[in-house]
């Protein structure tokens, strides 16, 4: 059986808690199940992490890039919050690990302030799902499946 890895950057463990009219009711642990449950669907393993330090997500994101070399991993679902407008390192990190990355925001980025509206991450992202809700999480992990 093959894996997938979820990554939530900073204040995503406050989900559920305020600006649920932003983010929705659904807390950090109601999201990891989620993924969990649909990775039991999809026939994979899927590992749910969280982290409030940009260095933390780089030492994942690289090690993510080595198991996918390995053929353990299929990529990684990535919300990276606000480091998302803010960091290169992340960007350099998933260019440099060769890691296949899903990019992920519960919002829809867009439509709300204008430093929200400018990713790092888009243009090495294999994909981007914004504004659908935590259920974006399902659908990406959907789309590491295909191909
Ligand atoms: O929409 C998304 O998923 C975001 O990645 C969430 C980030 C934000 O900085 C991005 O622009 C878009 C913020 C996550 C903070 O989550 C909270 C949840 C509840 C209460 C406070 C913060």
Not at 45 to 54: A, G, K, T
Not at 79 to 93: E, Q, V
Not at 133 to 139: C, Q
């Given at each position: 059986m093959?894996?997938a890895?979820?990554?939530n950057?900073?204040?995503l463990n406050?989900?559920?808690?305020?600006?649920?009219g932003v983010?929705?009711?659904?807390t950090?642990?109601?999201v990891e199940r989620?993924?969990?449950?649909?990775?039991?669907e999809?026939?994979i393993?899927?590992?749910?992490?969280?982290?409030?330090?940009?260095g933390?997500?780089?030492g994942w994101?690289?090690?993510a890039?080595?198991?996918?070399?390995a053929?353990?991993?299929l990529?990684?679902v990535l919300?990276?919050?606000?480091?998302?407008?803010?960091?290169?390192?992340?960007?350099?990190?998933v260019?440099?690990?060769?890691?296949r990355v899903?990019?992920?925001?519960?919002?829809n980025?867009?439509?709300?302030?204008?430093?929200?509206?400018h990713s790092?991450l888009s243009?090495v992202?294999?994909?981007v799902i914004v504004?659908l809700?935590?259920?974006?999480?399902?659908?990406a992990?959907?789309?590491?499946?295909?191909?």
């Open positions: 093959t894996a890895l979820v990554l950057g900073p204040n406050l989900l559920g808690s305020r600006e649920p983010y929705g009711a659904a950090l642990a109601d989620l993924c969990v449950t649909t990775g039991a999809l026939g393993d899927v590992e749910c992490r969280q982290s409030n330090l940009e933390e997500l780089v994101l690289q090690e890039g080595a198991r996918q070399a053929g353990e991993l990529g990684v919300n990276a919050g606000a480091y998302t407008h803010t960091s290169i390192a992340l960007r350099d990190a260019v440099g690990a060769g890691v899903i990019e992920l925001h519960i919002s980025v867009h439509a709300r302030e204008e430093f929200r509206q790092y243009a992202a294999a994909g504004g809700g935590v259920n974006g999480y399902p659908l992990l959907r789309a590491l499946t295909l191909s």
